[in-house]
Each structure stands twice: as C-alpha cells, then as structure tokens.
C-alpha cells in the first residue's frame, strides 16, 4: 500500500521514477502511480524537475494527453497518479515493415494535435519516442511522460537544464534523466543546446518515420555514432521504403527532419493540418502525390484557365451542397481542404458569440452497413438533417463544414461543442441492407457529454423522409424552440433517386473531372425517374460551374449549362431557395450586379440562414463598395462556419480594402492554419504587408506561395516597392507573355501601382475587350488607387456600369439571422 493506493504491478521504470499499476481504494478504480526514486527525493534539482512535471501534466487538459489525476506523499515518498491507459506502447506495436497508411494518418495526427496544445501551453515534451505513446484498447492514442518537459516562457521560477552547471549537465544526461533519448533527439539536444518546441517536431518526425517504414531513419553502433548521425546524415525517402506511400506524407515528414530548426516545419499544428488533409485526400481516390482540394474549393492548375483566370485568380469557390448550392468566395482564393482549429489569430479578428441554447451541431453518422461504400449513405442522411435543421430561423446549427470536419476523429463531445461554439450534438449511425434501413440517432449536451434524448428506427427506404422529419421534430422539442411558423419538410422523391443523388453528391465532393462525369450520370439516372427532383438538378448545375476550373471547357460553357440546370430546378421547385441563390452567383460571374441582387433578395427570403447565398452576398456588396456591411455578414459566417477557410479568406480581403492590414493578415494566417497548401493565401498576405508598406516581409512571405499563378502577378509589385526595376520589369514581362488576355485587368493593377497610368488604363481597355470578369472588382481593387484621382477613372466606371451614381441605384439589404 501506498496511502490509499494498493499497489497491483510495476509498469516501468525510467531515469524519472517507476510506474505501478495501483488501485485508489477510495474511488474504486484503477490508476497508473509514479514514484519518485529516494535518492532522487534528495537531489533538490531533481525534486523540483518533479514538481514541474506534476504542474505540467495538470495543464494539459486535451483528449491525446494522459490525465494527471493528484500529486501526492505518503511516508516521504513522493508520487503522482494518472490515468491508467489500458493498451500497447507505439514500440510494442510498430511492424518492421511499417504500420497501414490509415494507422499511420491515425497516429501521426493525434500525437501532432497533442503536441500543438502542449505547445501552445509553452510545453517542449523534449522526449517524445514510441514508447511513451500509447494505443488504447479503444484506440485512442495517448502521449505519456511529460517528465521531460521544459516550460519556454521565460522567468520560470524552476530550474531548466540550461540553468544547471556544465558538470551538472554532464551527470544527467549519463543517467538519461533529461537530456532525452538518443534516437528520437533533434540535433540541438545531440548537441546539448537549448531547445524550443520545434525540437518536438523533429522527435515527431522520427516518430513518423519509423510509423511508415518500421525502421528509425538514424543509426549508429554506438550512441556517439547514432548522435552523429542525427547531426550528419539525410534518411532516404519514406517512399523509397515503402514506394506505395503518397509522396507528400515524404515531404511532410522530410520537413520535420530538417536539421536547422529554421527550416523545420514551425507548428505541430501545422503538421496536424496536413496529415488530416493529405488523409481525406488519400481516402477519397485523389492523387498520391500531391494534396489536392475537394470541390468546396478546388485549387486551379496554373496554366489551365482559358477564359476563367478571373474564376481561378479572383477565386469564386463552389461548395456542393443542396442546401447551400453556390458559396461565392469573392477571396480571390482557391479554398483548400478543412482541418478544424480555432486560432489566436482567429480570435483576435471574430469574436465567437455566446453559446445559446438553442444552438446545434449534426456530426456526421456513422456507416454502421457491413457495405462500406454505403458511407455516402450515412454522410448523406446526416446532411439532410442539418439541411433540414438550418431552415428553422430559431435554431442556430453550425455549418456542414464544420460539423463535418470532425468525421473520424475520436474528439470528446464538450471539445466538439466549444470549438463549434454550440450547446448540443446531434450524432447517430446508419444500417443499410437493401432497401431496410435502421437509423439510431442521439442528442447530447455539449457541455458535459450527458445524452438529452436517443432514439432507433426501423424502416424501409419508402419511409427515409418521415424519418428525417421525425428527427427533426423530436429535436425542436427536446430544444424547446418556439417556432413562429410551421416546421420544415424534406423534399420528397423517390427512394432510388434520392439513394442516386446522395451518392453523386460524394462523389462530386472528390474534384476530380472523372469523379464529375460519374455524378452527372447518376444526376441524369435519379432525373428520368424524377424529372422534378430540384437538388438533382443543382447538382448538375454545380458541376458545370465547376468543370472549367478544373481546366475542362470554358467558362461560358459551364455558365450557359449551370443555367440551364438551375432553370430546370426552379421550374420544378420555383421556391427553391439554392438555385435562386445559383442564378445570383452566376449573374456576378456575367458582371450583372442588378440581376445578381434580384436573385439573392430571393433566396435569402426563402431561406434566410443560407450559407450559400449570405456569403454570395457578401460579394455582391463588396463589388457595390459597401465593405461595413461585407464585413458583417463574413464576420458572422466566420462565427458560423470557423473552419471555413474560404470564409477567412474572404473576410481578410475585406479587412485589407479598410486598411485593417494587420487584422487582414490575421485572418490568412487562420486560413492557412486550416487550410497549410491553400493557394494564394500567402499571396495575400504579402499583399496586405506590401499596402502595410514592408516590401521585404511581403517578398519573403510570396517565396512561400505554392502557386506559381499567385506569385506571377504580386511579385512584379514587391519589386517595384524594393527598387529593383530590373526584376519587376522581368517578372511583369513572363506576367504578359503568359496571360495577356485572360489577365488583363490582374496586369491592369499591376501597372497602376507603379505609377503607370497610362499603361494602366490602356490595360483596363483590352480588360473590357477580351471580357474579363475582374472587372467586377475594379472599384474596389486597392492596388488601383492611384488612378482615382486621373480624369479618366469616372469616365473607365461608367462604361462598366461601376461609377457611384450607378452603384446607389441598386437597392440590396441583407439582415443576418439572429446569433
């Protein structure tokens, strides 16, 4: 016995003290009990490393961190007990070839999202390794053994290494007790240096690896030989390993393995976001190669745009949803693939609201079919609901992209309800088997987990739409909410097409022209068995609006089909409030703001919580110079959907039109976070640090732009700013070559801001000759301000239909729903 504790077993023991199992007589439960050595109880260096653990432990409350339950003394002896995982360590589970792809997604990014809140606690584990990271039964991970960490804040009232004398220092590291484990150190604690928190991500790194291809990629006979190693040696590439892992998880990895932390990746987060991106890549039958972005955001292919440079520069992204058929993002930013996190730098610029009551998220359900393809299935159900959910004006349900954002992942329900700002959950699963279907369903308090209200049926696929709208009721009523007006139904149509428009719908969420071509042949299949199913007819709309910025046909063709689609939706459903919000969208894209304001008045009538059509919105007011209201509407989608990178994006824009440059790049860098390979994010930041008037920050952050396209036309601006003629001369020549018709304007902006009128506005003239449809941003393009005070610049507006007098005639008001 120690205390109240009965000692079961010993677990392990380290330069830092023995574990035991134990059980806590008094709880009745099991625990794992850490004992500090005896003569380490005398060694007050020792002893205080100790008490820094037990403090460190207690801060780090998240879900992949193993709980610190008490610190405690009985007798003189000194120990601390945690949660009892009961599972294997990493080292006791890697295979010599390598654990599978999907364990090693699993792992990777649980263990990057335990170290980035560690992190962002001013944590450095300092001996991260297989063996202090543990698989539960269950299969949740758990780094263990912050016995090693060091607090980065300075003045910190504990000893750290870098305070104990060189003597001192030689004594521990012999005893292993804190300079950490040779074959998992980063090359600044080979060589004894201070460390910060990207010495965990090197450790991460070798984690990674060794994950993928069962092998370390650093060896030695001896500890001196391995150390030297670590200092001197590049590994060969995880896929010259194991030749079928995607080669982007080699780079993710190869930039944790960087030898000067400068050049390492900088965030755990970041390492977090990536795995989680290059996952759902992979899971959804894109590319190994590189990450590639589902349709709510497809990144255009530098050099395929014909006659839609603008839909790929000036980015006006399309999500695939019934619900929310068009989402312009005027962020002039292809979006990117979602990886939920909240960021300071989010929270500095959106202020969440308060948490109401009546607020909800729908999770994912789960495909509980012995078919897993049936997943489209579950996925689909779970999106009707939230559909159905978000026509209630008195209900608050967060977006699908949010909500959806936590597929897979085995976060618990509180963190899911605070980082989505909601106060209930609604999760369930979804049992097909022919045409029987069993649906469970659960609503659950955010805020402590407990369930409010559970429920099964069990029913044929005649019956799917009862159901739903069943779920729904019950909801409204465990809520309690008030509804002023009758409750909303789910389109009915028949069982097959509904089955046919669900599964076309996942798959037009892969982005890929393939992937198109099966949906629209399913689209067409659940249309000859019901000509008048509107979301079907969306669907089809959506593609076609999508396909050119995938470098197949033109924009005017996908244009003239969308159309074409969206009229057959509203001559089936004339209130159907998507493709009213279609047809706003595609009249920005033709430059009609008058027509584009008729539409959307429409469906935000219909449907006043449509994402779809606020964000749509939110362009059309932008382009009418009306940026306090813009900014309204993207600060509350921001609120609404915060992992929404597009939403981000679009509100930076805005903020850098209000001269809010460093709340502009606040926002990109929440996007990034979100969203770390998003094309032409830093773009923008160099962007707003160019009009911010650091030129040389701005040059550094372009170099980081992975789109070539992005880079062509900020870089000729940077180096005028710098003074280096020469090479914006260069850069705005290869600009011109390159894309002088279907860059007009883009070249337009880059003459006037250095100072080229002339060659400016001979450059909006061809803009109007060859239609370019950024034209629509003219008035408030900032790098144009030089031309508003020349004689011309009036005259240039109104050929464009964009001169004050005729932007007030255009009447357009936008009321948010209440938060």
């Given at each position: ?334 979006a990117g693939p979602p990886a939920l996190m909240q960021s300071a730098a989010s929270a500095a610029t959106v202020v969440p609201a308060a948490i109401d009551k009546r607020s909800i998220a729908v999770l994912p359900f789960v495909n509980m079919s012995s078919d897993k393809d049936q997943e489209y299935f579950s996925d689909g ?439």
């Amino acid at each position: 016995m120690l205390g109240h504790y009965e000692i079961l077993r010993l677990l392990g023991k380290g330069g830092m003290g023995e574990v035991w199992r134990a059980r806590d007589t008094r709880l009745k439960r099991e625990v794992a009990l850490k004992v500090l050595p005896a003569e380490v109880a005398k060694d007050p260096s020792r002893l205080a490393r100790f008490q820094q653990e037990a403090e460190t432990v207690a801060r780090l409350n998240h879900a992949h961190i193993v709980t610190l339950h008490s610190v405690e003394e009985d007798a003189g002896v000194r120990f601390l007990t945690m949660e009892l995982v009961e599972g294997e360590s990493l080292d006791q589970i890697i295979d010599r070839g390598g654990l599978p792809l999907d364990s090693v997604f699993q792992i990777g990014t649980a263990v990057a999202d335990a170290l980035a809140t560690a992190h962002e606690e001013h944590v450095v584990h300092r001996d991260l390794k297989p063996a202090n990271i543990m698989v539960s039964k269950a299969g949740v991970v758990k780094v263990l053994d912050f016995g090693l960490a060091k607090l980065t804040v300075e003045n910190s009232a504990l000893p750290s290494i870098d305070e104990i004398d060189e003597t001192r220092r030689r004594e521990l590291t012999r005893q292993g007790t804190v300079m950490g484990t040779v074959p998992y150190m980063s090359p600044e604690q080979a060589r004894g240096l201070p460390v910060d928190h990207r010495s965990d991500i090197f450790s991460l790194g070798i984690v990674l690896y060794e994950l993928a291809t069962g092998q370390r990629p650093f060896r030695g006979a001896t500890m001196s030989d391995l150390s030297s190693a670590i200092l001197r040696d590049t590994p060969p590439p995880v896929t010259e390993l194991r030749p079928e892992l995607p080669h982007h998880l080699g780079r993710i990895i190869a930039h944790c393995l960087e030898k000067d932390p400068e050049q390492r990746t900088q965030s755990a987060r970041d390492i977090r976001n990536e795995l989680r991106s290059l996952r759902d890549e992979v899971r959804h039958g894109g590319s190994a190669e590189t990450v590639t972005a589902p349709p709510s955001g497809p990144a255009a292919p530098a050099g395929t745009p014909r006659r839609a440079l603008w839909m790929a520069i000036a980015a006006v992204a399309v999500i695939v949803t019934a619900a929310t058929m068009f989402v312009s993002a005027r962020s002039r930013v292809p979006a990117g693939p979602p990886a939920l996190m909240q960021s300071a730098a989010s929270a500095a610029t959106v202020v969440p609201a308060a948490i109401d009551k009546r607020s909800i998220a729908v999770l994912p359900f789960v495909n509980m079919s012995s078919d897993k393809d049936q997943e489209y299935f579950s996925d689909g159900i779970s999106e009707e609901l939230l559909n159905l959910l978000a026509k209630i004006p008195e209900l608050r349900v967060a977006a699908r992209t949010s909500s959806f954002s936590f597929k897979g992942k085995n976060m618990p329900i509180p963190e899911i309800g605070k980082q989505l700002n909601v106060s209930h959950v609604l999760e369930g699963s979804v049992r097909r088997s022919g045409d029987k279907v069993r649906i469970t369903a659960q609503l659950i308090h955010a805020d402590d987990g407990y369930h409010l209200w559970s429920e099964t049926w069990d029913r044929t696929l005649d019956d799917i739409f009862a159901v739903q709208d069943e779920i729904a009721a019950d909801v409204v009523r465990q809520l309690q909410v008030t509804m002023l007006g009758s409750a909303p139904k789910v389109r009915k149509t028949d069982p097959e097409a509904y089955a046919l428009y669900l599964q076309a719908r996942a798959l037009s969420r892969q982005g890929t022209p393939e992937a198109m071509d099966k949906a629209d042949g399913l689209l067409n299949r659940a249309l000859e068995i019901d000509p008048r199913y509107a979301p079907a007819w969306n669907g089809l709309a959506v593609n076609a609006i999508n396909r050119p910025r995938l470098g197949v046909g033109t924009t005017a063709e996908g244009v003239a089909r969308a159309r074409a689609a969206t009229a057959k939706a509203l001559e089936a459903d004339p209130e159907n409030a998507p493709a009213h919000a279609g047809l706003g969208f595609i009249a920005l894209l033709e430059n009609d703001i008058a027509d584009a304001a008729t539409h959307l008045e429409r469906a935000l009538a219909l449907d006043p919580s449509g994402l779809g059509a606020l964000s749509t919105s939110a362009t059309l007011l932008y382009l009418l110079g009306r940026i306090n209201e813009t900014l309204a509407i993207e600060e509350f989608l921001c609120r609404r959907d915060p992992v929404n990178p597009g939403f981000h994006t679009n509100l930076a824009s805005s903020q850098i039109e209000k001269g809010r440059f460093d709340e502009a790049i606040a926002s990109l860098r929440t996007a990034l976070s979100l969203s770390p390979g998003r094309g032409g994010a830093h773009s923008l930041v160099a962007r707003a640090l160019l009009l911010k008037g650091d030129a040389r920050a701005a040059l550094t952050e372009v170099e980081k732009e992975p789109s070539e396209l992005w880079r062509m036309i900020t870089l000729p601006m940077i180096y005028h700013a710098l003074g280096r003629r020469a090479e914006s001369d260069e850069a705005l020549g290869n600009l011109i070559a390159r894309y002088e018709k279907d860059g007009a304007f883009n070249i337009a902006y880059v003459y006037a801001y250095r100072g080229e009128r002339d060659r400016a506005f001979e450059w909006l003239d061809k803009a109007i000759a060859y239609q370019d449809p950024g034209l629509g941003d003219a008035p408030t393009q900032p790098f144009l301000a030089s031309l508003h005070s020349d004689p011309r610049w009036l005259p240039f507006l109104r050929r464009i239909g964009k001169a004050p007098e005729q932007l007030a005639k255009i009447r357009f008001k936008v009321t948010l729903p209440p938060e």
